[in-house]
């Protein structure tokens, strides 16, 4: 019952597997003859050519992490040091990420691990009861595909260095 099985299905692969013989089997008058290995499908010049121009796709970015408890008491109390600092006060948004960018290149460059990113805490108006853009954004932007690539992870500040107005931010370091 299994070869009249075995001889209705089609192999799913391209290549046939080669099927050894047993040498204490008995040749079966009505077993059909060994398989052929099957011809694979030649492939259409349009889909190799587009195989071969498509450039494979870029990894995606390390995902972000939290910094160690021990990191941010370190760098609180001052047993590490803040390599370099970024103030942002002032500046529109696009001109602040633009020196966000420009200050994590370079950093990842020189090899620094902590730096600090001052964003200030921004004015309570009447017009806007919400404080800080940058304060807000910045994080946001942290997240983003294009610094992921140069930051390992981020958080507040201890209130020594700025707290709310400012993120510890840990380099990563250029390949």
């Given amino acids: 019952m299994w070869e009249t099985v075995a001889r209705q299905i089609k192999p799913l692969r391209k290549r046939a597997r080669v099927v050894k013989a047993q ?5 079966d008058q009505d077993a059909a003859p060994p398989a052929v290995a099957a011809k694979a499908k030649p ?4 889909q190799a050519a587009a ?7 870029a990894p ?9 408890r021990r990191e941010r008491s370190h760098l609180a109390r001052g047993r590490k040091d803040i390599e370099a600092r970024l103030d942002l006060h002032g500046m529109t948004q696009t001109r602040a990420h633009r020196a966000l960018l420009n200050f994590l290149e370079r950093a990842s460059a020189d090899g620094l691990t902590f730096v600090l990113v001052i964003t ?13 853009v940058l304060r807000r954004q910045v994080p ?22 700025g707290g709310e107005g400012a993120l510890y931010v840990r380099v990563r370091r250029a390949r």
């Avoid at 195989?51 to 796709?57: E, G, I, M």
């Avoid at 200030?120 to 800080?132: H, M, Y």
């Fill in 51 to 57: 195989k071969v121009a498509a450039p494979p796709p």
């Fill in 43 to 46: 492939v259409r010049p349009t």
């Fill in 140 to 161: 946001h932007w942290l997240g983003l595909a294009e610094f992921r690539s140069l930051v390992i992870g981020f958080e507040q500040a201890h209130i020594g260095h």
């Fill in 60 to 68: 995606a970015p390390p995902p972000l992490v939290a910094l160690g």
């Fill in 23 to 27: 040498p204490d089997a008995k040749p």
């Fill in 120 to 132: 200030g805490k921004g004015r309570v108006s009447e017009t806007n009861p919400e404080r800080g």
